[in-house]
């Protein structure tokens, strides 16, 4: 059964080979003296000192920074009371309408949130005279709206996986739902919750389009200025960025997988 | 009477659970579309914001609704639109099915690893979905431009005496369409691929059948629902994609998202933009309602 099938292997690191070489050329170039990406001028950091020098992109990073941290909390507090919805309440008046407004927006396109939400804000404007200007707020908004959806798959799925014999247990011992919610549930969603967080903030992080959008003329995000520059052509700065983005998301990883490991490691049923 | 408190507590408890993100999908997920749908059936008009009421008072005090179906004629009948949705739609079929070539044999691969290395394997999967997308598309840039590495590499090798056109050609659009989109494939595939049981598998080998045609005849219809759900997960988001056209396509690639971009921002014609938006709908109304079904079913 276990038979080693030699080309399997060979599609594997062939498939990995096209998702890694981009990005190992992204590390390599961004240590490269020469503006030029065919010649290799020798070792250099000039392009991380000169990011650390461009002022209008740290500024863009700190306030992309600010808003992927406020709205992943928003979606993971939706997203989890509307991944609780799909597990557990079991079927309600209107929850085939609730089940497409929350997964639809996983594979929406962009262009179409991005415009409705603009819209929105534009009529809500004309007619209650909020949000009187556009900007980081109705950024955070619309991260809010289409991140909740992927922080509600990750928790439904997870509370669909787990057994619920502790919280009966609970319940029939005169625990009231509150306290089972805390003491049991909580617990074992918690790594959920933890990946929604970390999905929603990237998301909202890494988003060009949307942002675009809903944006005003006061708020600029990081993709928003990357976009700009990569238009006018490519820039060993931008190289430097990617490094660094590569270099976080890399440590993140490996912690969170370390720890997955710990927390299913003798005990996994 | 604890008991009944209890189920009162449990009902109120569901109310609570239930209310906040219905309320808020429907005030920021259904309502905008709406909205859209309105807009799509004004007048474009010189102001903020640039389009008339479709509610208005005429001057005789009479309040009339002036609907405009101009916008949807025009992208019946200009030829530019009918064509930029067709070859959305024709480009990211062709992305979905090379995401599921490519991707096939990698879910596969992962499926079949030893137990221990699977969450590595698929870990090294996720990890360019999370670093940035308009910094990946950057690198492509810089492989495939006239100036690029690939180019410099043939020319080096004496492959080519002048550089290849690689950017901004419809190729290159597939090369970042697939790239970025390819873990939305492996992802499902994976799951539904490790569900199937080996023992299925080894009945067939055992009533005499080949390691091939085992695997059509019981892996493949198998993983079909996984197959189907990263087709979706592929198709539809990149039918509207915007980036990748714009950055690596050149401007022959009018795809719809670029279109719709034009028209709101540089064009400023807001009624256009969201007339393209509900055409665009419309079309992945289908799509949408199968991938939510395949979503439902296997808790995705």
């Known amino acids: 059964m276990r038979r080693r099938l030699p080309w399997l292997g060979l599609a594997l690191g062939a498939g990995y080979a096209f998702l ?38 740290i500024e863009a990073a700190l306030l992309s920074l600010r808003i992927a941290a406020t ?7 939706l997203g989890t009371l509307a991944g609780f919805a799909l597990a557990r309440l079991g079927v309600f008046r209107g929850r085939t309408l609730f089940g497409a407004m929350v997964t639809a927006p996983l594979v929406m396109p962009e262009v179409i949130t991005g415009l409705s939400l603009l819209l929105l804000f534009v009529a809500l404007a004309g007619l209650v005279g909020w949000p009187g200007e556009r900007g980081v707020t109705t950024i955070t908004l619309a991260h809010i709206t289409f991140a909740t959806a992927y922080v509600a798959v990750v928790v439904q799925s997870r509370l669909v996986d787990f057994d619920d014999s502790l919280e009966e247990a609970a319940m029939d011992l005169g625990a009231r739902p509150w306290t089972v919610f805390r003491t049991i549930t909580l617990p074992l969603i918690a790594p959920a919750l933890a990946s929604g967080w970390l999905l929603a903030f990237t998301l909202s992080l890494d988003d060009l ?21 990569m238009r006018l052509g490519l820039t060993p700065e931008l190289f430097a960025l990617a490094t660094i983005i ?6 993140a990883l490996v912690v969170a997988l370390r720890l997955a490991r710990v927390a299913s490691g003798p005990s996994r049923v | 009477m604890r008991r009944r408190a209890a189920i009162a507590e449990g009902r109120l408890v569901r109310l609570l659970v239930l209310a906040l993100p219905y309320a808020w999908l429907l005030l920021f997920f259904l309502l905008p579309f709406l909205i859209v749908a309105k807009i799509a059936l004004s007048e474009p008009a010189l102001g903020i914001p640039p389009y008339a009421p479709i509610l208005r008072w005429t001057e005789e005090k009479v309040l009339t609704l002036v609907l405009n179906l101009g916008n949807f004629a025009t992208l019946a009948e200009d030829p530019f639109y009918l064509d930029a949705y067709l070859r959305s739609i024709g480009i990211a079929g062709v992305s979905a099915v090379l995401c599921m070539l490519i991707g ?6 992962i499926a ?18 999370w670093t940035s997308f308009l910094l990946r598309v950057m690198a492509w840039i810089g492989l495939l ?20 056109r690689m950017l901004y050609t419809e190729g290159a659009v597939y090369i970042g369409i697939v790239y970025c989109y390819l873990p939305f494939m492996v992802l499902p595939l994976y799951a539904t691929l490790i569900k199937i049981d080996p023992v299925l598998i080894e009945a067939a080998a055992d009533l005499g059948a080949r390691p091939w045609r085992a695997f059509l005849t019981v892996t493949l219809p198998l993983s079909v629902p996984g197959l189907a759900a990263g087709g979706m997960l592929v198709f539809i988001p990149a039918i509207g994609e915007f980036v990748i056209p714009e950055l690596l396509g050149g401007p022959a690639a009018q795809l719809v998202g670029r279109v719709l971009w034009v028209e709101f921002f540089q064009n400023r014609d807001w009624p256009m933009a969201s007339a393209l938006a509900v055409v665009l709908v419309l079309v992945l109304v289908v799509p949408i309602a199968t991938f939510q079904r395949l979503s439902a079913t296997r808790g995705l």
Do not use: C, K
């Open chain 1, 209 to 229: 389009v949307i942002a675009s959008f809903t944006s005003g003329p006061g708020a600029t995000t990081l993709p928003m200025v990357v976009f700009s520059a």
């Open chain 1, 71 to 77: 709205s992943a909390t928003g979606a993971l507090v």
């Open chain 2, 104 to 109: 096939y044999p990698m879910a596969y691969a």
């Open chain 2, 145 to 164: 431009g006239d100036q690029g590495v690939i180019n410099g590499l043939l020319l080096w090798l004496g492959l080519t005496r002048e550089p290849l």
């Open chain 2, 112 to 129: 079949r690893a030893p137990a221990h290395r699977r969450d590595l394997l698929l870990m090294l999967v996720i990890l360019p979905f």
């Open chain 1, 246 to 251: 590569i270099a976080v998301v890399t440590v």
């Open chain 1, 20 to 57: 890694y070489l981009p990005i190992a050329l992204l590390v390599l170039l961004s240590f490269n003296d020469s503006r030029m990406v065919t010649r290799w001028s020798g070792f250099s950091v000039r392009w991380y000192v000169a990011l650390w020098n461009n002022e209008s992109l």
